[in-house]
T-cell receptor, first 109, second 115 residues
């Protein structure tokens, strides 16, 4: 079955520390993966997707098909990175997104 | 930058009542979606809509639910007879063509509370 797993509900780090938000997926086809972010009282917004291979706000994510992972990383966390982060998998059938449970990132000063 | 809008932001209703949640997708987008998130749970897909018909629906989307695009701008989700378990945040989203490379843009959500 198609599934996205984010094992950590909460990740708390100090400002300036590296961050890695984990995401694993299960999908029989060729995966298209996204990271969405939701800042406090704001809407879900796209942070980045694997196909664009870009760095947004210092975050990067690499698709590892061997480990079926798409972990989100940032070398130096900032307080404004505090938010809920969702990993999502695009399903061709229905053109829909399947979301992980989300990880709250708290960056402490 | 264009955004998906949703109204109302919060809807309180009595069990058994009908509710209509409204969305205005981004104007040149062709694919529309509803997702929901029960408090403390995952964001779940409900339904996708393209070319004035349902493209796919989840098992959650039973006969109590319906969607409509009544005019050129609005996209609505109707729940005919609400149940307590329908209490959730409902998100509307739209994308340009529904392709795997397209971004789905989300609205701010409508919080539905069923009493």
């Amino acid at each position: 079955a198609q599934r996205v797993t984010q094992p950590e509900k909460l990740l708390s780090v100090f400002k300036g520390a590296p961050v890695e938000l984990k995401c694993n997926y299960s999908y029989s086809g060729s995966p298209e993966l996204f990271w969405y972010v939701q800042y406090s009282r704001q809407r879900l917004q796209l942070l980045l997707r694997h196909i664009s291979r870009e760095s947004i706000k210092g975050f990067t994510a690499d698709l590892n098909k061997g480990e079926t992972s798409f972990h989100l990383k940032k070398p130096f966390a900032q307080e404004e990175d505090s938010a809920m982060y969702y990993c999502a998998l695009f399903m061709e059938y229905g053109n829909k997104l399947v979301f992980g449970a989300g990880t709250i990132l708290r960056v402490k000063s | 930058e264009p955004e998906v809008t949703q109204t109302p932001s919060h809807q309180v209703t009595q069990m058994g009542q009908e509710v209509i949640l409204r969305c205005v997708p981004i104007s040149n987008h062709l694919y529309f979606y509803w997702y929901r998130q029960i408090l403390g749970q995952k964001v779940e897909f409900l339904v996708s809509f393209y070319n004035n018909e349902i493209s796919e629906k989840s098992e959650i989307f039973d006969d109590q639910f319906s969607v409509e695009r009544p005019d050129g701008s609005n996209f609505t989700l109707k729940i005919r007879s609400t149940k307590l378990e329908d209490s959730a945040m409902y998100f509307c989203a739209s994308s340009l063509r529904g392709a795997r490379t397209d971004t789905q843009y989300f609205g701010p959500g409508t919080r539905l509370t069923v009493l």
